[in-house]
């Protein structure tokens, strides 16, 4: 019944800015904690940037000072604004939620279905 749709995705040469957007839809009676992973061809899923519904934000050494998330609580999404970026962001981007939902309502992690970001010249 919940679904993370991600979009924003795309092509860009090294420098670029990408704005990645996940919005969750369904029966959600609130979303604690969000998070965006990312994972390169033949390397593991990592965790890029963290925020939690206060707006405490977290990110990996690589990116910060580059990324930035936020989200939107009434829209129940969250965003991630990539600027400077390298080829080695190279990568499928994943939303992750952590959220209440459901009947009866249960904490439960739910995935986005991923979208490209490819840096190159």
């Known amino acids: 019944q919940v679904q993370l749709v991600e979009s924003g995705g795309g092509s860009v040469q090294p420098g670029g800015s990408l704005r990645l957007s996940c919005a969750a839809s369904?029966?959600?009676?609130?979303?604690?904690?969000m998070a965006w992973y990312r994972q390169a061809p033949g390397k593991q899923r990592e965790l890029v940037a963290t925020?939690?519904?206060?707006?405490?934000?977290a990110y990996t050494d690589s990116v910060k000072g580059r990324f930035t998330i936020s989200r939107d609580n009434a829209k129940n999404a969250v965003y991630l604004q990539m600027n400077s970026l390298k080829p080695e962001d190279t990568a499928v981007y994943y939303c992750?939620?952590?959220?209440?939902?459901?009947?009866?309502?249960?904490?439960?992690?739910?995935w986005g279905q991923g979208t490209q970001v490819t840096v190159s010249s």
């Open positions: 369904g029966s959600i009676f609130g979303i604690p904690h």
């Open positions: 925020i939690a519904s206060s707006g405490l934000t």
């Open positions: 992750n939620a952590y959220l209440f939902a459901g009947r009866p309502m249960v904490p439960q992690y739910r």
